[in-house]
Structure formats: C-alpha cells, structure tokens
C-alpha cells in the first residue's frame, strides 16, 4: 500500500497530468484507485487526490453524501454555484492542521468513472467540498493557499514546528520501547 505524501514533499504542489488509458503506468487504473480507497480508508479520510500517494495523474476518491467512496477520473468542475460555506478543513497530507476554507456548496462536475464511462455530477455540501479539496490537489493546491500570503506562512511555519516536535516525541517514545525490549 502506498503512503501518503506529507508537506513539505513536492509532489503535493505539482500539477497532475491527465490520466489516458493509452499511458503504461505501474498501477493500472483500477489498481491506483483501489490502493487510494485503502490508504484514505487507513487514514480515515473524506477524499484523496493521486499526487497525495505520489502518482501525478488526475484522478481522485471522495465521500459522497451518502458516505460511500467514489472516484473521479479527469474531473473538472464545470460550474460553480453561487452561495458558499466557510468551514474548517483538514487533509492529509497536513495531518493535524485544521484550516477555514470558503467554497461554494453546490458545483457541477464533470469526468470519467473508473470503469472510463462519462459522468457527470451535480454535488452540494459535504460531497461539493470534498471534490473541490481533492481537484485543488490536483492543481498543486493546499488548502493553506485559500488563505493570505502572510497567513499562509505563518500556519505552515506553526505546523512544521509543531511536527517537528512530534516527530522527535515520537523518536523519543520508540527508543525508549525498544530499551525495554533489550
């Protein structure tokens, strides 16, 4: 199973090419999205976009309204409605970073499923935030770039620091395990 790609790795900031079905790629379509519902069902995740695992082709999962994982094949959101919400938003590839994003809370969107049928959405809430969250993945955004430049930096600059202090924690807490091991 893949891992998740955490900031400050490139890969999450790096447009993603269109997926064709005449690319050889390791995975195989079927396989990247089934190792993609595993690691965003790991995570316990709403959605991930495929640069999030490493492989930069424009594909992502999503939690519908209903909560079941679907998938989204080149998607591209073809219109916007016009009200918006503000709500906090995680991802995982910032794990423990909660962030106000404002979206609308209706869009219509349009790809391929992945069995390359043509599909096309018209999602609201939860379901309309999480496609947004993964196609600005897609499009190397992070949600940190919904705010200010300054703010923007003084958030990535707290959550590194403060990763940085876990990771050590968490060095600290397996040396000790395996002292007592020995």
């Given amino acids: 199973m893949a891992a998740i790609c955490e900031y400050p790795n490139g890969?999450?900031?790096k447009t993603c090419e269109p997926w064709e079905?005449?690319?050889?790629?390791?995975?195989?379509l079927q396989g990247l999205i089934a190792d993609m519902k595993a690691v965003?069902?790991?995570?316990k995740g709403q959605g991930l976009a495929a640069n999030q695992i490493g492989v930069l082709k424009r594909v992502i999962i999503f939690q519908?309204?209903?909560?079941?994982?679907?998938s989204l094949v080149n998607p591209e959101i073809l219109e916007l409605g016009s009200e918006t919400s503000t709500a906090m938003e995680g991802c995982l590839s910032l794990p423990g970073l909660q962030v106000k994003v404002t979206r609308p809370t209706e869009i219509t969107v349009t790809g391929l499923t992945e069995n390359l049928e043509p599909v096309t959405l018209v999602s609201e809430g939860l379901e309309?935030?999480?496609?947004?969250?993964?196609?600005?993945?897609?499009?190397g955004v992070l949600i940190v770039d919904h705010q200010g430049r300054l703010n923007r930096k003084m958030t990535l600059d707290k959550w590194m620091k403060l990763r940085k202090?876990?990771?050590?924690?968490?060095?600290?807490?397996?040396?000790?395990?395996?002292?007592?091991?020995?």
């Fill in 11 to 13: 890969v999450i900031l």
């Fill in 21 to 28: 079905p005449s690319v050889i790629d390791p995975y195989g």
């Fill in 40 to 43: 965003c069902a790991l995570h």
């Fill in 64 to 70: 519908d309204n209903q909560g079941q994982m679907q």
């Fill in 128 to 139: 309309a935030r999480c496609i947004q969250h993964e196609i600005d993945h897609l499009n």
């Fill in 165 to 182: 202090k876990l990771d050590r924690a968490e060095m600290s807490y397996l040396n000790r395990e395996l002292k007592r091991a020995a």
